[in-house]
């Protein structure tokens, strides 16, 4: 087992710097354009070493993608602060190698995984999503990941394993808000266990072809496009798989505002906030939020006979 740091990525795997500085320059220029001032003012961040052998995958949205300034600058992620620009600007405090992610539970296989090998165990591909936050706003991101099913297979969950619950790293030295009680940390999440195989749900380990920047949740994190964007947790330590419905961050935090299924649905709306619509991010007029986010095709029979207010 080789553990590299950040920096030690070998040089065939990054961008030369001239097309690096060359689409920095690009994506400055339409951040300028298309989005609004805040974001033209944050300084351009570092762009990160580039994935190799990269290949197309399913259930890409023809959308227009966000810009890359504003996916890595417009975030949420409460273990840097609550601000929407903070992440961007405190997450440099997170050592992503080494790192390793537990598997464990209700599985006959249960291991430790080093992030290096994580990245080799399928191929990754690149996956066009929607990402729609509970707060009304929304991102199309080109991710790079692999099929959490495909992790879940390897591993060979028992009978008993009817959820998956995700945990996000504990670390108030390496994540300063973990001082602070916006939320019961560590950060917990939780998907019923075909949720977490259906092929949509990714381990994403990158956007836009490179490593994944740390305010996006580097080195690991969960995608999963049909839901509300806070069940997509970041940084992820642990995966256990477990027989009862996992007690989730948010749930603890409010449960009468967060459900466990947390199924983007334009009809049901959070107690403050209207699901109803959304605002793309660099775009000015709102548009109709999509049930199940527009994935209703490929996920709507997971909940056929599900009350969805009830089970919100
Ligand atoms: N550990 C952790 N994961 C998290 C969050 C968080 O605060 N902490 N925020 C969630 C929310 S509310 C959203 S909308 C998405 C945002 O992902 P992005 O910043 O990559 O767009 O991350 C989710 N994952
Ligand atoms: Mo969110």
Redesign the pocket.
């Known amino acids: 087992m080789r553990i590299i740091g950040q920096d030690d990525i070998p040089a065939s795997e990054i961008t030369p710097r001239e097309v690096y500085l060359k689409r920095r320059q690009f994506m400055a220029g339409i951040a300028a354009l298309a989005v609004s001032p805040a974001f033209a003012a944050a300084a351009p961040p570092v762009r990160g070493a580039r994935l190799a052998g990269v290949k197309p995958g399913r259930f890409s949205t023809r959308e227009a993608q966000t810009p890359y300034e504003s ?1 890595t600058t ?6 840097f602060g609550t601000g929407k620009f903070d ?1 961007a600007e405190n997450a440099h405090t997170l050592k992503t190698r080494p790192w390793t992610v537990s598997v464990e539970g209700e599985i006959k296989r249960p291991r430790l995984y080093d992030i290096d090998e994580l990245l080799k165990l399928a191929p990754l591909e690149e996956r066009v999503y929607r ?1 729609r ?3 009304g706003w929304s ?1 199309v ?1 080109p991710w790079v990941g692999f099929p959490l099913a495909e992790l879940i297979r390897r591993v060979e969950p028992s009978g008993n394993a009817r959820f998956v619950e995700f945990h ?1 790293l504990h670390d108030p030295a390496q994540m300063p808000f973990q001082r602070s009680s916006v ?1 019961d940390w560590p ?1 917990v ?1 939780g998907l019923r266990i075909d949720e977490a195989n259906h092929p949509l749900t990714l381990l994403a380990v990158g956007l836009y072809g490179e490593v994944l920047p740390r ?3 580097a080195p690991v ?1 969960l995608v999963v496009p049909w839901k ?8 992820i330590v642990k995966i256990r798989f477990v027989e009862k419905p996992p007690l989730t961050a948010w749930m603890r935090a409010a449960p009468n505002e967060y459900g466990f299924f947390s199924n983007v649905n334009p009809k049901v709306d959070h107690p403050r906030w209207s699901q109803a619509k959304e605002r793309r991010i660099g775009e000015f007029f709102k548009r109709d939020t999509l049930m199940f986010n527009g994935y209703a095709d490929q996920v709507a029979h997971l909940y056929r006979g599900l009350d969805l207010r009830k089970f919100f």
């Open positions: 996916v417009y975030n949420n992620f409460y273990e992440p990402l936050c509970v707060e991102m991101i996000t939320l950060y999440e305010q996006n949740g994190r509300y964007g806070f069940k997509s947790a970041k940084s």
